[in-house]
């Protein structure tokens, strides 16, 4: 299976339309490549996720026709990438892999289209942002496998049905709401991903760290899974990270304290929090007494991106219960004041003051 990227399309228009994944700026995607796995049996964790998914597959197989269209769901680096190389490895077939900031032009998505060969699998990344044109153009290529074509202007306009190749899609986003229902309802599979465990995580530092020979102790890949929020992207980022220390300031090896020092030293906190998502609960806490307050003050005050705040810090902190969504905007659990150290103000004050 080779994966084609078109990324020189993607760079080109990622200038004009930044796809914002921060946690993915400092990552090199050699490194990122190069530890992803390739199969079933080295994908951790997701276990329900990978038992429908082997029997869809052999039912495929079986049938011998394409896959059902999928669309996966859930916070970032949690795999939804990464499952789509599996499926493809494991059908056989190459898979190309693009994202919907890059198809903003209906030439785009036609050209990607008219270029995949019958059982390929087409990946769009962040499918949620894909545009109207661009949608009306999926819609018929998913259901009928052909391609609606206006030539010609206003009177003399014909339309052209181009039969396509059967493909599969494999759409994935960090907001599954914000498809529209048309598209939604085009995928014979959703599922959701779900943030790894301790455990999980822990043998996804023990792969990696053998991938980077480097060293590593059941207690180290313990500390740094534990910091890891769920998620394996992270628990790369800081294997990698850790190791540089271990290197350079201790003897190679990644043992607990070695993990929970060099952590300390990168602001990750036991719970995983760096820096913004601790600025963003001071932020609630002191400007906003705890809250609710609405997620675009949130950004605006901490000069990040809207999406970065909903897609990437959120998710963890709502999932670890430091945060609470509310009708009228997050607020600050009794748990993240607990973490912070801070005092949670008592709910009722009296209306007499103190009598
Ligand atoms: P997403 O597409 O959800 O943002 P990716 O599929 O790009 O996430 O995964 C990010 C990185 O995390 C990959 O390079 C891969 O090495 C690692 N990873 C993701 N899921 C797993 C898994 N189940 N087991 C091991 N490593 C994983």
């Known amino acids: 299976m080779a994966i084609i990227s078109d990324d020189e399309g993607i760079r080109k228009r990622e200038k004009k339309n930044p796809i914002i994944k921060p946690e993915n700026i400092e990552y090199d995607n050699t490194f990122e490549n190069s530890i992803r796995p390739k199969d079933f049996d ?36 949690l795999g939804k990438t990464t499952i789509a190389g599996v499926i493809a490895a494991q059908m056989g077939v190459e898979i190309r892999i693009t994202s919907a900031p890059a198809l903003e032009r209906p030439r785009d998505i036609i050209g990607i289209l008219m270029s995949l060969k019958g059982g390929e699998i087409l990946f769009i990344d962040e499918i949620h942002r894909l545009n109207k044109v661009a949608e009306e153009i999926l819609y018929p290529a998913m259901e009928d496998f052909t391609l609606d074509m206006t030539t010609g202007k206003s ?19 960090t907001k599954a709401g914000e498809l529209s229902s048309p598209l939604r309802d085009r995928f014979g599979m959703i599922h959701r991903l779900e943030f790894y465990t ?61 993990a929970n020092e060099s952590l300390d030293i990168l602001k990750i906190d036991k ?34 991106d809207v999406r970065t705040i909903e897609d990437v810090c959120e998710p963890y902190l709502l999932q670890a219960g430091f945060l609470q969504r509310t009708p009228r905007g997050r607020k600050v659990s009794p748990e993240g004041y607990r973490h912070l150290g801070i005092k949670m103000p008592s709910l009722q004050t009296s209306l007499f003051g103190d009598e």
Not at 45 to 74: M, V
Not at 155 to 173: C, D
Not at 234 to 245: E, T
Not at 285 to 304: N, R
């Open 42 to 77: 080295s994908y951790i964790g997701q276990s329900s996720l990978k038992e429908t998914l082997k029997i869809t597959l052999e039912a495929a197989k079986k049938r011998g026709k394409p896959l059902d269209h999928l669309l996966f769901y859930g916070p970032p680096g």
């Open 155 to 173: 009177q003399t306009a014909k339309t052209l049905r181009v039969p396509l190749p059967k493909f599969t899609l494999i759409g994935a986003t």
């Open 198 to 258: 301790i455990e999980e995580l822990t043998k996804v530092v023990h792969r990696t760290a053998k991938i980077l020979e480097v060293e590593v102790t059941e207690g180290g890949a313990k500390a740094i899974a534990m910091r890891s929020r769920g998620t394996p992207r992270i628990a790369n980022r800081l294997v990698k990270r850790v190791s540089d220390f271990a290197i350079v300031k201790y003897d190679g090896v990644i043992d607990e304290n070695v």
């Open 271 to 304: 719970y995983g929090l760096d820096t913004t998502d601790r600025a963003l609960l001071n932020l609630i806490i002191e400007k906003y007494d705890g809250g609710p307050v609405g997620v675009e003050t949130i950004a605006a005050a901490l000069s990040e």
